[in-house]
């Protein structure tokens, strides 16, 4: 069973800068997906970057230059660098696993969830 756990959420000031960490255990799949989707106030989910199990990454154009998605050596866990964080990045930020490809599928497309972790950004 694929499983998920989000953690690294916190409050920081605009410009601050937060490592969130995604723990994935139970992926059996040769070739997969992880992305990272956040929530806003207005309930809008909204897919933030991706990273399949070869390390190719991609990203929204919103995040570009100040997010960076990796992995460790054993893939278990994926971490989503962010910094110069501004008050729009405010999300319950998810971590979801698809197999297969990173590149032209939605966020709605992965089957697997975590529970979230909270960012705030705020003065």
């Known amino acids: 069973q694929v499983q998920l756990v989000e953690s690294g959420g916190d409050s920081v000031q605009p410009g601050g800068s937060l490592r969130l960490t995604c723990v994935v255990s139970g992926i059996t799949w040769s070739r997969y997906c992880v992305g990272w989707v956040r929530q806003g106030q207005k309930n809008e989910r909204a897919s933030v970057a991706r990273?399949?199990?070869?390390?190719?990454?991609i990203y929204d154009d919103s995040v570009k230059g100040r997010f960076t998605v990796s992995q460790d050596d054993t893939k278990n866990n994926i971490y989503l660098q962010m910094t110069n964080l501004k008050p729009d990045d405010t999300s319950l930020y998810y971590c979801a696993a698809r197999e297969g490809t990173c590149i032209g599928f939605s966020y709605r497309t992965f089957p697997h969830w975590g529970p979230g972790t909270q960012v705030t950004v705020s003065s």
């Open positions: 990273i399949a199990n070869d390390g190719g990454a």
